[in-house]
């Protein structure tokens, strides 16, 4: 169960690194294909640097979840998964209650199921 978790971690940390490569560097053309129906199409070039700060938040959350695989006390291990996962689902949430109810399903759903197998791994 364990492998699991880390790999789905992988998979959610993997998940915001083309967050951050879509909104700091691609906003123009894959973030065009991504939110097409959220923005109208002229709408992209100047909020490009308001993407590229929400990118850069992006990364902080994947670095986050990325350096749960480098601490060697499981406690603090355990302890800094849930923050950055429950800060990913927070933004999911949030992402789906203000933009577009496929980011619940995109983002907040894998890191609640997440925490919960975080839960599971800790606790049984």
Not at 11 to 23: R, T
Request: charged fraction near 15%; hydrophobic fraction near 60%; include cysteine.
């Amino acid at each position: 169960m364990e492998i699991v978790l880390k790999i789905l971690i992988g998979i959610i940390a993997l998940e915001h690194l083309y967050i951050l490569y879509m909104e700091m560097f691609a906003w123009e053309t894959l973030g065009k294909k991504t939110f097409r129906k959220a923005l109208p199409e002229h709408m992209f070039k100047p909020t490009k640097a308001l993407a590229a700060n929400q990118g850069l938040y992006n990364g902080f959350l994947a670095a986050g979840l990325i350096w749960t695989f480098f601490i060697k006390d499981p406690a603090w291990s355990i302890n800094i998964s849930i923050f950055f996962l429950s800060c990913v689902a927070i933004a999911g949430i949030y992402g789906a209650w203000s933009a577009s109810k496929k980011i619940f399903v995109v983002q907040a759903l894998p890191a609640l199921i997440a925490l919960l197998l975080q839960w599971f791994v800790s606790y049984f």
